[in-house]
C-alpha cells in the first residue's frame, strides 16, 4: 500500500511539473562571445552588431525583465534573425566563472563601449563602430526604446 501512494505520488508530481517543463523561456538566439568573430559574420551576411553587457551570476532584476520582456520573445529572435549578429559579453560578479582570457576581452569592450550599467545594449555596423546605446532598463517594462534603437540603426545602414 505505501509502495502504491510513493507511485501515484511521484506519477502526479510528474504530470503537474509537464507544463513547467513545457514553458521554454525564450528562443534559441545564436549569441557569440567573440567580437572579432562577431564582426566576420556581420561582414559576410550585412548584419548589425548587437552587443548585450549582462551578468550571468548576478540577481539584477533589470536584465532579467530585459531577457524576458526583450530578448525572450518571437518579435525580437525575428528581428535579430534578419538583422543582427548577438554578441553577449558576460561580467559575472564572481570572477572564477569566466576565463582570464574573457574577462579581459570583456574589461576591453567595456572601455571600448563606455559600459558603466548592467545591462548595456550596443548596436555597432559590421566594423564594431559604436551606432547607439541603451543603459539599464525601467520598471515600466518598456521596450519600445530598444526596439527604436535597433530600427534606426538599421535604418541608416541602408
Not at 518579435?75 to 582570457?101: G, M, Q
Amino acid at each position: 500500500m505505501m509502495i502504491k501512494l510513493k507511485i501515484i505520488g511521484f506519477i502526479a508530481m510528474l504530470v503537474w511539473s509537464l507544463p513547467l517543463v513545457a514553458q521554454k523561456k525564450g528562443y534559441d538566439l545564436n549569441w557569440q562571445s567573440d567580437i572579432e568573430q562577431a564582426k566576420m559574420m556581420a561582414k559576410e551576411n550585412d548584419k548589425l552588431i548587437l552587443i548585450y553587457f549582462t551578468s550571468s551570476d548576478a540577481s539584477i532584476t533589470a536584465s532579467k525583465s530585459l531577457n524576458e520582456d526583450f530578448f525572450y520573445t518571437e518579435k525580437f529572435k525575428n528581428l535579430a534573425d534578419k538583422n543582427l549578429v548577438l554578441v553577449r559579453v558576460n561580467i559575472p560578479r564572481r570572477e572564477n566563472l569566466i576565463s582570464e582570457l574573457q574577462k579581459n576581452t570583456n574589461q576591453e569592450l567595456r572601455i571600448k563601449y563606455e559600459q558603466r550599467v548592467i545591462p548595456t545594449v550596443v548596436v555597432c555596423d559590421s566594423n564594431g563602430n559604436k551606432l547607439g546605446m541603451i543603459e539599464s532598463y525601467n520598471y515600466l517594462h518598456d521596450t519600445s526604446k530598444h526596439y527604436a534603437l535597433i530600427n534606426n540603426a538599421l535604418k541608416n545602414q541602408r
